[in-house]
């Protein structure tokens, strides 16, 4: 038996005005995940418990049958893993975002959040940028003095480790979450120890507002990377062992560190593709590929798509649409044809981690729909899949026993 888990991220949305009043799933093309909730089950599930924080952090660490309520000690550290970095005793661990901000010399305070990625900025440019803030005396002096460090990485999502830190009583806002708006209000706040946080953006929106590599980047039309962002703050974690819990050994196919930081931590290989951005333009057929390797060579394959919550972010809601077109038909479809091919018998989890929101373009807690399907069986359960279809059906307080049903094991 194969099982496979895939993760539309950020699919599930609220009705869209523009859409005739549909979601983005009820307005979106796809037949065969359509195929598969109409002879499986489906319902809708909670991935982000309240209080914490709704998205990817807390959704996917559920997916993947840790409830986050117990295992969440922050986002940054599950990235850390994917990246390599190893946290020390009382290292505290940070995402700092590379942002696309208002141009010019304007207080910062009054600076509106443009892009939480700095228009999805990446290879080269992201390692340059970080570089380019690495190398200025005032911003290196700022980070030894507040015993931090920020290596550069080729992705707009860097992490900063603080080294004997301390950011209780700190609030920290994630940047997607308030695209538009003027960043004075948004800042590190609660306590003095906030304030280094809030300098070092200052700092680093001087040196990059007028930086060769954000003048480059803006000369060829792309948003000029001219600040960062603090937030997912978090200190090291172990998650248990995946094979021990559920007898199967696995692995992740995706873009981004979050969802490639938790199979890391729960023992799954981290599959990275070529080309795979985390964007409407990854590299799909690379991870069909690499999907199809690996469930030919474990029984437990996690495909995650990134796209559609990139998407929303980014205020794409044709993109978002054609994303989750894809995942069907690009993935999806000729995926499952060449395991019926094989004559594989597999089980199908697909979902939705957390919905984005087209209205807000942030994530939202709510329920989500997830399907269930066995090649083997037929429920004639007879709906498609979207979150219509999902109300139908039981909803699921914890995500977290997800993998248990897809494994058939006692809830």
């Excluded at 859409?19 to 195929?35: E, F, S, V």
């Excluded at 599930?45 to 914490?52: A, D, Q, S, T």
């Excluded at 207080?107 to 509106?112: A, F, G, I, L, S």
């Excluded at 709510?366 to 039981?394: C, H, N, W």
Aim: proline share 6%; hydrophobic share 35%.
């Amino acid at each position: 038996m194969k099982y496979l888990l895939v993760i539309g991220d950020g699919m599930a949305d609220n009705a869209v005005e523009v859409l005739g009043g549909r979601t983005p799933l009820q307005a979106a093309k796809h037949p065969t995940i359509d195929r598969l909730a109409a002879k499986g089950v489906v319902g809708s599930v909670i991935n982000c418990p309240k209080p914490l924080p709704a998205g990817s952090e807390t959704a996917i660490l559920s997916i993947f049958g840790c409830d986050p309520r117990r295992y969440f000690t922050g986002r940054s550290p599950m990235e850390a893993a994917a990246m390599g970095i190893t946290l020390r005793e009382g290292d505290c661990c940070y995402r700092c975002n590379l942002v696309a901000m208002d141009e010019g010399d304007m207080p910062y305070e009054q600076k509106r959040i443009l892009s939480h990625s700095a228009g999805s900025i990446s290879g080269d440019d992201a390692i340059n940028t970080i570089r380019a803030l690495t190398d200025d005396p005032e911003f290196s002096a700022a980070l030894d003095k507040y015993n931090m460090e920020l290596p550069p990485a080729p992705t707009f999502r860097p992490l900063a480790v603080e080294h004997h830190g301390d950011f209780s009583g700190i609030r920290f806002i994630p940047p997607h979450d308030h695209l538009g708006e003027k960043c004075g209000p948004l800042l590190p706040s609660g306590n003095a120890r906030a304030e280094k946080f809030a300098e070092l953006q200052r700092i680093a929106n001087r040196v990059l507002e007028h930086h060769p590599v954000t003048e480059a980047r803006r000369a060829s039309g792309k948003m000029g990377a001219n600040g960062i962002w603090f937030w997912a703050e978090g200190t090291a974690v172990a998650l248990p062992d995946f094979r021990q819990e559920y007898g199967h050994a696995g692995a992740v196919v995706s873009a981004v560190p979050i969802c490639h930081g938790i199979g890391v931590l729960r023992g799954l290989e981290k599959v990275e593709v070529e080309g795979a951005t985390g964007e409407i333009d990854t590299n799909f057929e690379g991870k069909l590929e690499a999907t199809w390797q690996k469930i030919n060579e474990y029984d437990f394959v996690c495909l995650h798509l990134e796209a559609p919550d990139e998407c929303t972010h980014n205020g794409d809601l044709p993109g978002k649409v054609q994303a989750i077109e894809w995942l069907d038909s690009r993935l999806l479809t000729p995926l499952l044809a060449r395991m019926d091919a094989a004559n594989m018998e597999y089980r199908v989890l697909l979902l939705s981690d957390h919905k984005t929101l087209t209205a807000t373009r942030g994530h939202d807690g709510d329920p989500v729909p997830y399907l269930i399907y066995d090649s083997r069986k037929d429920t004639q359960f007879g709906f498609g899949y979207d979150e219509s279809t999902g109300a139908m059906g039981e909803c699921i307080p914890d995500g977290s026993v997800l993998l248990k049903m897809l494994f058939e094991q006692k809830v």
